[in-house]
């Protein structure tokens, strides 16, 4: 069973930035960013493959975000820019135990989940 960890979250003005950072205890493929806002279903921002070649986003986000991961370190990130106060939820990072081709956006399909790191957004 692979563990996983966020990091990163906390409060930040309207058009900042912030890099949250997934830290898997062991081997995970491919990997995604979900979040949460109170009283919303928890929704896909980004995705992205094993090697880190191949990524998709929420409409919401393109331009704005970036998925990236270091293999050699477990772990995935996702740099935020320009954030928006709608961008505030809980975020949490997914990743599956096998490797598939396709990059995933619904939650179901992800083996591991970290516990979620708040990400406050003030106008």
């Known amino acids: 069973q692979v563990q996983l960890v966020e990091s990163g979250g906390g409060l930040v003005q309207a058009g900042g930035s912030l890099r949250l950072s997934c830290a898997a205890s062991?081997?995970?493929?491919?990997a995604g960013w979900f979040r949460q806002a109170p009283g919303k279903e928890r929704e896909f921002v980004a995705a992205?493959?094993?090697?880190?070649?191949?990524?998709k986003y929420a409409d919401f986000v393109k331009g704005r975000f970036t998925i990236s991961r270091d293999n050699a370190k477990n772990t995935v990130y996702l740099q935020m820019n320009s954030l928006k106060p709608e961008d505030t939820a809980v975020y949490y990072c997914?990743?599956?135990?096998?490797?598939?081709?396709?990059?995933?956006?619904?939650?179901?399909?992800?083996?591991?989940w970290g516990p979620g790191t708040q990400v406050t957004v003030s106008s």
């Open positions: 062991g081997r995970t493929f491919s």
């Open positions: 997914a990743a599956k135990g096998r490797l598939a081709v396709t990059l995933y956006v619904t939650a179901a399909e992800y083996d591991y």
């Open positions: 992205l493959n094993w090697g880190g070649s191949s990524t």
